[in-house]
């Protein structure tokens, strides 16, 4: 790769550090995800949406799958679905399992996406969108200069993990219970280690000598 050239950081790498920075430091460092009940679910409902191809409907063209990257940022990654009207726009839709939180991690991965379609396809989006099929909606997500700025940053963030190796601290909060990761995480353990390693510390510390008697 030239000297020039950011590292790739993949595009769901900054919704997984958004989350959690010690989740997407074990994806993308030790190749640690672990599945559950949730990740699953998502998965196969994202079997159709991932299937390469385009349709066309009255007044919109719709591509899945879509491959994008974005060169000065250093992103590269694929679009779940991403609609073309007939008057040019272009709406990037990230597909979640799970439900939407407004202004959580996915808002920064469909940002991210609407950043790198920008690039390639030489349009403005300033409106992007997730769909959550946990309550079968589309979740309007406005991508302004501050969600900009916060894609840039996490892919700083993202990128210097990588290039580091230096997995993050556990977050040890209530975003563990409903991680699949925990079992291998064990954020309870490490976020206490600072303590443990006190403890052990003054316990193995030498203390006066002592005189025998014969």
């Given at each position: 790769?030239p000297?020039?050239?950011p590292?790739?950081?993949?595009?769901?790498?900054?919704?997984?550090?958004?989350?959690?920075?010690?989740?997407?430091g074990?994806?993308?460092?030790?190749?640690?995800?672990?599945?559950?009940?949730?990740?699953?679910?998502g998965?196969l409902?994202?079997?159709r949406?991932?299937?390469?191809?385009?349709?066309?409907?009255?007044?919109?063209?719709?591509?899945?799958?879509l491959?994008?990257?974005?060169?000065?940022l250093?992103?590269?990654?694929v679009?779940?679905?991403?609609?073309?009207r007939?008057?040019?726009?272009?709406?990037?839709?990230?597909?979640?399992s799970?439900?939407?939180?407004?202004?959580?991690?996915?808002?920064?991965?469909?940002?991210?996406q609407?950043?790198c379609?920008?690039?390639?396809?030489?349009?403005?989006?300033?409106?992007?969108?997730?769909?959550s099929?946990?309550?079968?909606?589309r979740?309007?997500?406005?991508v302004?200069?501050?969600?900009?700025?916060?894609?840039r940053?996490?892919?700083?963030r993202v990128?210097?993990?990588?290039?580091t190796?230096?997995?993050?601290?556990?977050?040890?909060?209530?975003?563990?219970?409903r991680c699949?990761?925990?079992?291998?995480c064990?954020?309870?353990?490490?976020?206490?280690r600072?303590?443990?390693?006190?403890?052990?510390?003054?316990?193995y510390t030498?203390?006066?000598?002592?005189?025998?008697d014969?």
């Amino acid at each position: 790769m030239p000297d020039n050239q950011p590292l790739p950081v993949p595009l769901s790498a900054l919704e997984h550090y958004d989350y959690c920075p010690r989740q997407a430091g074990l994806i993308l460092l030790e190749d640690a995800f672990a599945d559950d009940v949730a990740t699953v679910r998502g998965t196969l409902a994202h079997r159709r949406v991932h299937d390469p191809g385009h349709e066309t409907r009255p007044q919109v063209r719709t591509l899945r799958a879509l491959p994008v990257w974005h060169v000065e940022l250093g992103l590269t990654g694929v679009c779940d679905v991403v609609e073309i009207r007939p008057d040019g726009a272009v709406l990037p839709i990230e597909h979640k399992s799970g439900n939407y939180k407004p202004g959580g991690p996915a808002d920064v991965q469909v940002a991210a996406q609407a950043m790198c379609l920008e690039e390639r396809m030489g349009v403005s989006i300033t409106t992007a969108a997730v769909y959550s099929m946990a309550d079968r909606r589309r979740h309007s997500v406005s991508v302004d200069e501050p969600l900009r700025e916060r894609v840039r940053g996490t892919a700083l963030r993202v990128r210097h993990i990588m290039e580091t190796a230096a997995l993050p601290a556990p977050a040890a909060d209530s975003r563990c219970r409903r991680c699949s990761m925990n079992t291998g995480c064990m954020p309870k353990v490490l976020a206490g280690r600072t303590r443990f390693d006190r403890l052990l510390a003054q316990l193995y510390t030498p203390g006066p000598e002592r005189e025998w008697d014969d």
